[in-house]
């Protein structure tokens, strides 16, 4: 039974939508312990939904506690059956204590603590402080009270019901309808009630402003951290944008960097070899006469990639020169327009066979470049 009523008020006060009970959600916690500790001190009330009907004609889907609280009077146990409502507000709202009588009973009149419509008042209701005030604590009290009911049927086993506190006659009565009974608010404090300390008065108002104080406070705190939560994130989004741009422009600048040291390596192969040559030229040039220097046999060249893209860029140029002159020509008058055009064509497709065979010359150099820069990077690495 433990379990299910778990389960029971797990579900309800989980709910959410139209359906969902309109307790606050700070508060549905404590509705559960109060309910679950009530249940396992009194089995006799088990935890039920149900529709309250207000005096203003609102109805309200509510927890209410239905069962029997059992009262000792003159040494006999009796369960006197009650609805405990758990209204809007509970727990800072006083719970709803209304006697429920069976069609053979009727509530004595006049009674200290129950009013005829069945309404329960008593004082532990009027000082109901939370969270020092629970449905426990609540029955207890209720089950020290004398029975507020007479018992219509004197063959009614006295389990059920109770006993006339004022020793009435039990002589058989006409059956009577079951009565309706309005579920209306309890009556202003000071009516058919126990006049309270005032010092008690007090110290309840001053424990429920404080209470009220601190839940201010509370949650002007809470929304204050919210915001500020609010900004911490933003400015948390704005830095990781900022770390992601800061990691980007570092890769570019280290690749860069990779760049520019293979550059260098290659500035400085490059220096090594030029120095080398001219180490190896300069007693020869200084031996000779510069005017009896051939241009065309000055430069050696180190391979046989090297002479043909030494070739291919001479008849490149040769051509371009070439074309250049007919330009001319052709502008002067000196060369029909039909034989231009037909020496133009014959030397652009000479042309471009010398720029593709260049170009393919290139490719093979670079590459050759790059193994050779690669089997050289340490002698010309960076300390």
Avoid at 263 to 288: H, P, Y
Wanted: glycine share 4%.
């Amino acid at each position: 039974m433990e379990q299910y009523t778990q389960q029971f008020l797990n579900s309800v006060l989980s709910q959410r939508g139209p359906s969902a009970l309109p307790y606050a959600e700070d508060m549905k916690w404590h509705i559960r312990q109060h309910l679950l500790h009530l249940t396992e001190a009194y089995p006799s009330l088990q935890p039920k939904t149900a529709v309250f009907n207000h005096n203003d004609g609102r109805t309200v889907n509510l927890l209410q506690a239905d069962g029997t609280v059992p009262m000792s009077f003159q040494g006999v146990t009796y369960n006197i059956p009650v609805l405990i409502w758990l209204m809007e507000a509970y727990p800072r709202q006083v719970p709803f204590v209304l006697v429920n009588p069976t069609r053979d009973m009727i509530i004595k009149r006049p009674h200290p603590f129950v009013s005829p419509n069945g309404v329960v008042s008593i004082p532990y209701l009027q000082t109901w402080v939370f969270p020092g005030s629970n449905l426990v604590e609540l029955v207890r009290n209720l089950s020290q009270r004398k029975p507020s009911t007479h018992n219509l049927n004197p063959n009614l086993n006295s389990n059920y019901g109770s006993v006339n506190s004022s020793m009435e006659s039990t002589e058989a009565r006409p059956t009577m309808p079951p009565k309706v009974y309005s579920l209306s608010p309890p009556p202003p404090y000071g009516v058919g009630r126990v006049m309270e300390d005032p010092a008690e008065v007090f110290k309840k108002n001053a424990i429920n402003k404080l209470v009220e104080s601190l839940s201010t406070d509370i949650r002007e705190i809470r929304n204050g951290r919210e915001v500020e939560m609010e900004g911490l994130f933003s400015t948390q989004s704005v830095l990781r944008k900022h770390e992601e741009e800061l990691r980007r422009g570092l890769k570019e600048m280290q690749d860069e960097r990779e760049g520019l040291e293979q550059q260098l390596q290659l500035v400085l192969m490059n220096t090594d070899v030029l120095n080398q040559w001219l180490r190896d030229n300069e007693g020869k040039l200084c031996s000779q006469d510069f005017s009896s220097v051939d241009v065309d046999e000055a430069f050696e060249l180190s391979d046989t990639l090297s002479k043909q893209m030494m070739d291919c860029t001479a008849s490149d140029l040769a051509v371009e020169d070439t074309i250049y002159a007919l330009d001319k020509a052709v502008q002067e008058g000196a060369v029909p327009f039909d034989q231009y055009l037909r020496n133009v064509r014959l030397l652009s497709r000479e042309q471009f066979f010398h720029r593709a065979t260049a170009s393919k010359v290139r490719a093979v150099q670079m590459q050759a470049q790059v193994a050779s820069m690669a089997a050289r990077t340490p002698q010309y690495a960076l300390s």
